[in-house]
């Protein structure tokens, strides 16, 4: 029974150190304390340019809303370079090949939904004279090049859109642009070549406001409660292709320029 103090002490001795040792502990992996708190990577630029597109095409960089200042000449040479058409192609392959093992119905409710800027039209024009998508978006300055009309095709994409209205599928173009922008992007698909739609979608007064993933889906939902089929769904957003109604096959084309939630 003596020991019983003795015992008590070395206890406390025992726990104010552990106490103090915790309170000066310098844990070696650190991490971020938001969710836009990336730390910069001493690997070379290009290396780790490449590393940060790959995440933000598989979307494991989740919302983000301007691409690193010192990833623009990566950005840059990538979306004006032979790459960039290249996976862009890639896509179009794929995606056709899928469609080539559907079987056509004869009800004309075999449906393919495509999004409109950066999956039919490439607006690089604009995002030239933008920063390559180093500025924040100015939707002024969006709405006046919309006005113009002037956004050329992808060239492998406009072939899939081709090529899928010669195997019978029924086109619907699905696009985050606003109702009075109708007239301004029908004629820019029709001058870069698109033609023969079965439906042009746009966001109503109603939908201001509503996440991109929840309008596009209530806009399918609409087409398959119309007895369409939705066999494949292509587009450069996350927010294109997941949701609810979605396709059997999605095709996600490249675009580190921007996100959209």
């Not at 001493?42 to 095409?57: K, M």
């Not at 406009?158 to 109702?179: A, D």
């Not at 889906?217 to 087409?223: A, G, M």
């Amino acid at each position: 029974m003596a020991s019983q103090p003795l015992t008590f002490l070395f206890l406390l001795l025992v726990t104010t150190s552990v106490l103090e040792s915790s309170a000066s502990f310098e844990p070696n992996i650190r991490l971020p304390t938001t969710a836009t708190s990336v730390p910069r990577s001493n690997i070379d630029d290009d290396l780790y340019c490449a590393s940060w597109q790959l995440a933000v095409e598989t979307n494991n960089a989740g919302s983000w809303a301007a691409i690193p200042s010192r990833c623009v000449p990566f950005v840059r040479a990538y979306m004006t370079g032979q790459r960039y058409a290249s996976d862009c192609e890639v896509v179009a392959n794929y995606s056709l090949a899928y469609a080539s093992t559907v079987q056509i119905a004869s009800d004309g409710k075999d449906a393919w939904v495509f999004d409109v800027d950066e999956t039919l039209l490439t607006n690089l024009p604009y995002y030239r004279d933008h920063g390559f998508g180093s500025e924040i978006f100015n939707e002024s300055c969006w709405d006046e090049w919309v006005a113009e009309a002037k956004a050329p095709a992808i060239p492998s994409s406009l072939k899939l859109y081709n090529g899928l209205k010669q195997m019978g599928f029924k086109i619907f173009v699905l696009t985050g642009r606003s109702e009075h922008q109708r007239n301004d992007t029908r004629k820019n698909l029709e001058l870069a070549g698109y033609t023969g739609w079965e439906g042009l979608i746009l966001r109503g007064a109603s939908d201001g406001g509503t996440p991109a993933t929840i309008f596009k889906s209530e806009r399918r939902s609409v087409l398959v409660n119309e007895g369409y089929r939705i066999h494949g769904n292509s587009g450069d957003q996350w927010s294109d292709l997941l949701g609810f109604a979605v396709a059997k096959r999605s095709f996600n084309l490249p675009n580190p320029m921007y996100y959209i939630a």
